[in-house]
């Protein structure tokens, strides 16, 4: 069987760590499996959806690396949900209401006051087809409830939490149709999980009670039901996604240098016992998903961690990767050269700053001005081709005893202003014979 996944999110505010785990883990079944990703924008509710967020969404996707093979929009498909929803009235499974909020509210407290459980007491449907046409006349729109079946217990075999059973009796009918026609998200989703031929669905821990009354709904709609799986929920460092971590955005993290290869290594092994690697490609993350590895556990989204990976990231990263984020001029040799130091592809800059100068000259004592005097003598009469380098220190040991540290470390502040840095093998190459004459000479 093909698989079919989609992400599908309410294009009312940006992606935010959580839900990015959420299209990946989709994106990842999918391709793992050879089959279709979908994106599903759910903007049924026209008031609070933005068109500035489903562009932003589709960028960030795209940024990410997460290809979808199609998308589509609910507020296209309302004719879809009006034809499915009238197979539902046909059969009963929907009904009309007329509770104020404020009345519901109250039973829902008396309910609790008695230490029962605050279920919808279904009063509306005793109502006649006569108390119908009187509250119609009186100007009165219903809105519509699905109606469980109290006889069919619910359950299923959740991809990530194993077993799950729900009592219908336990639970209120949902609400799926406000008085004013327009549809909650519960129903529309069954119906395009239907429509769409969604084989599986990935979403956190808190849609398992949404889950629970959308199994009878694909029922009721004379549909399989999809396979499902609950991926447990996002914590910080400290056991609490902050605020701040929550609303933590694509944006934020690519102005703050994270690649995104690394934001989906991350995400994709968060939740298992697995190592997360800085893996380039996440074809390679599709081919071990694996939804058995995720526990119930919450999952620690480590900040300290996303920038360890990161770096390793950025020193696998080719020069074709990053070419247009380098400063002018500087060529794969001198990206090769720098990577290992960088923990932002941005820092690329410092460094060939430190390779093309002007660099500000340390101060020396009088014997250091001795020995880099002797090293620019040298340096002077080096080949310059192949590794002058390795031929510069070693003439200096030799004409000089120095060695370790105080043979290396006085050349590489005199030639780069900076007492750490990138192997001075292959930078000195790249600052180059007149530049690394000039320095020495201080
Ligand atoms: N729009 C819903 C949400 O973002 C989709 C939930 C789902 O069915 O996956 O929560």
């Keep these: 069987m093909t698989v079919v996944t989609r992400f599908a999110p309410s294009p009312t505010g940006r992606l935010h760590v959580g839900n990015i785990r959420t299209a990946l883990h989709n994106w990842l079944l999918a391709r793992r499996h050879g089959g279709t990703f979908l994106l599903r924008i759910d903007?049924?509710?026209?008031?609070?959806?933005?068109?500035?967020?489903?562009?932003?969404?589709?960028?960030?996707?795209?940024?990410?690396?997460?290809?979808?093979d199609a998308e589509q929009r609910q507020s296209a498909r309302f004719a879809i949900?009006?034809?499915?929803?009238?197979?539902?009235?046909?059969?009963?499974?929907?009904?009309?209401?007329?509770?104020?909020?404020?009345?519901?509210?109250?039973?829902?407290?008396?309910?609790?006051?008695?230490?029962?459980?605050?279920?919808?007491?279904?009063?509306?449907?005793?109502?006649?087809?006569?108390?119908?046409?009187?509250?119609?006349?009186?100007?009165?729109?219903?809105h519509w409830r699905f109606l469980l079946d109290h006889d069919t217990p619910i359950a299923w075999n959740d991809g990530i939490r194993g077993a799950q059973a729900f009592d219908p009796r336990q639970m209120s009918d949902p609400v799926v149709r406000r008085a004013d026609g327009t549809w909650l998200y519960m129903l529309p989703s069954v119906i395009d999980d239907v429509e769409m031929g969604v084989t599986d669905v990935l979403r956190g821990e808190d849609h398992v009670s949404n889950t629970a009354t959308q199994v009878q709904m694909f029922t009721a709609l004379g549909a399989a039901v999809p396979r499902f799986a609950h991926a447990a929920l996002l914590t910080g460092a400290e056991g609490k996604l902050s605020k701040r971590l929550g609303s933590l955005g694509v944006a934020d993290m690519r102005e703050a240098g994270i690649e995104p290869q690394a934001i989906i290594a991350l995400l994709a092994r968060l939740g298992t016992a697995d190592p997360v690697d800085a893996t380039l490609d996440p074809a390679d993350l599709a081919a071990a998903f694996d939804l058995s590895r995720f526990g119930r556990a919450p999952a620690r989204f480590d900040e300290a961690e996303l920038d360890r990976i990161n770096a390793g990231v950025i020193h696998r990263l080719p020069f074709a990767a990053v070419a247009d984020r380098l400063p002018q001029g500087m060529d794969e040799v001198a990206w090769l050269a720098i990577r290992p130091n960088l923990d932002r592809v941005a820092q690329a800059a410092d460094w060939w700053q430190v390779i093309t100068g002007p660099i500000v000259a340390p101060a020396t004592d009088t014997e250091t001005r001795n020995y880099l005097d002797a090293a620019a003598g040298i340096a002077a009469t080096l080949d310059w081709s192949t590794d002058p380098w390795s031929a510069l220190t070693a003439a200096l040991k030799e004409a000089?005893?120095?060695?370790?540290?105080?043979?290396?470390?006085?050349?590489?502040?005199?030639?780069?202003?900076?007492?750490?840095?990138?192997?001075?093998?292959?930078?000195?190459?790249?600052?180059?014979?007149?530049a690394a004459l000039r320095r020495l000479a201080g």
Excluded: N
Aim: aromatic share 6%; with cysteine.
């Design 81 to 142: 949900y009006e034809a499915a929803f009238a197979r539902l009235i046909a059969q009963g499974r929907v009904y009309r209401c007329y509770e104020t909020q404020a009345e519901l509210d109250l039973r829902r407290k008396v309910l609790l006051s008695r230490g029962l459980p605050p279920i919808y007491d279904r009063a509306a449907l005793a109502l006649t087809e006569a108390d119908h046409a009187a509250r119609a006349a009186a100007g009165e729109a219903p």
């Design 400 to 434: 000089t005893g120095r060695k370790g540290k105080d043979l290396f470390a006085p050349l590489r502040r005199a030639l780069t202003g900076m007492d750490h840095g990138p192997d001075m093998k292959a930078l000195l190459p790249l600052i180059g014979r007149e």
């Design 43 to 68: 903007d049924t509710d026209a008031a609070r959806s933005r068109e500035e967020h489903v562009v932003a969404i589709r960028a960030d996707l795209a940024w990410l690396g997460l290809d979808t």
